[in-house]
């Protein structure tokens, strides 16, 4: 058998508020492992708030900056400023925002930590809607999903936009390190993890976490759920440094990406037809990737 190489160490309490089969909740317990235990999480309005410190409790091993929703990226820039005037070393600051607080909210916040170049680590976790506060929609809610504000009735069939390109918004910023991670995939998180924790400069994850209430799942199969977003080519595993980029997972044929959306109840509504549209996007998706992979050059500094 493989040798296991994630940490041993917990940095997140077993006693915490996530709901049961929480992406969000998983993808801090091996980000922590990860980066160990001289790390500051900087934490917007989110799930994650309530997760971490319903006063006067605290879900985490590490120091917690509790922020407004749209400050995560100019928190994170000040955490950075601060620890360097303290004289601490090695110490790993960590902006931890949901989709909405990221690719919304706080879109202009994070741009201004990329561009100054702060030293510091930015995960987006993208549970795809506004969970914390029922369920609305994002920017990065994909096509064609139910939410309570994109709801399906006679005149509207689930949110009528696209998903919004985070990594290619954030990789205009020329980052130092960027890339896409699932809990599915334990090994592949914790290697990028520990890699972007030894570079210096901005890095940015973007971290695929389903959410059960939210998409309308069994709270047992966030794990499978996860491994067929990944295998169907709805969420790719890929990372890019140096312009650079690399897919990190191929698995030679894609699944159908029917199997991934007939797992959620937020798309039970879709016809055969918007399904096979979903089905072009994300082959045409997939073969951008292969082709930019093949580019060598994405973006260089
Ligand atoms: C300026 C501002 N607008 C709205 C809110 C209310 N609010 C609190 S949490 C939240 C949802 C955040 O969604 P997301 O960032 O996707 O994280 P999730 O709740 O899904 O974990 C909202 C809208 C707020 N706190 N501040």
């Known amino acids: 058998m493989a040798k ?3 940490p041993a160490q917990e940095l997140m309490y077993p006693g915490h508020a996530a709901c049961p089969g929480c992406g969000p909740a998983l993808a801090m317990r091996l980000l922590l492992k990860g980066l160990g235990p001289r790390t500051l999480v900087s934490i917007p309005a989110c ?3 309530v997760i971490a410190t319903p006063y006067p409790t605290t879900a985490l091993r590490v120091g917690v900056l509790d922020n407004a929703i749209e400050a995560t990226g100019a928190s994170i820039s000040g955490m950075r400023a601060a620890a360097d005037a303290l004289g601490l070393k090695d110490v790993n600051i960590v902006g931890f925002a949901g989709d909405g607080g990221t690719a ?3 879109l202009q916040a994070l741009s201004g930590m990329l561009e100054r170049r702060t030293n510091a680590i ?3 976790y993208d549970n795809e809607a506004y969970m914390n506060t029922g369920i609305q929609r994002s920017g990065a809610t994909p096509w064609g999903a139910w939410t309570t504000t994109t709801p399906v009735s006679p005149s509207l069939r689930g949110k009528p936009e696209p998903k919004k390109d985070i990594m290619g918004i954030v990789l205009a910023h020329r980052p130092t390190y960027a890339a896409t991670l699932n809990p599915s995939f ?3 998180f914790d290697r990028k993890v520990e890699h972007a ?4 400069g901005p890095r ?3 971290v695929f976490t389903p959410c059960p209430p939210g998409w309308r799942f069994d709270s047992a199969e966030t794990i499978a759920l996860g491994r067929l977003a990944t295998d169907s080519g709805v969420f790719p595993l890929y990372e890019v440094e140096e312009g650079r980029l690399r897919i990190t997972r191929k698995t030679g044929q894609l699944k159908p990406v029917s199997d991934y959306l007939s797992a959620q109840g937020r798309f039970r509504h879709l016809t055969p037809d918007d399904v096979a ?3 072009a996007q994300v082959t045409e998706d997939w073969e951008r990737l292969l082709r930019r992979e093949r580019e060598e050059i994405v973006r260089s500094h």
């Not at 924790?197 to 210096?200: F, I, P």
Request: charged share 25%.
């Open 204 to 206: 940015f994850f973007h």
């Open 4 to 6: 296991l190489t994630i």
């Open 122 to 124: 930015y995960v987006m």
């Open 104 to 106: 919304d909210i706080g």
């Open 47 to 49: 799930c994650w708030t």
């Open 186 to 188: 334990p090994e592949d």
């Open 277 to 279: 549209r979903i089905q």
């Open 197 to 200: 924790r030894d570079l210096t």
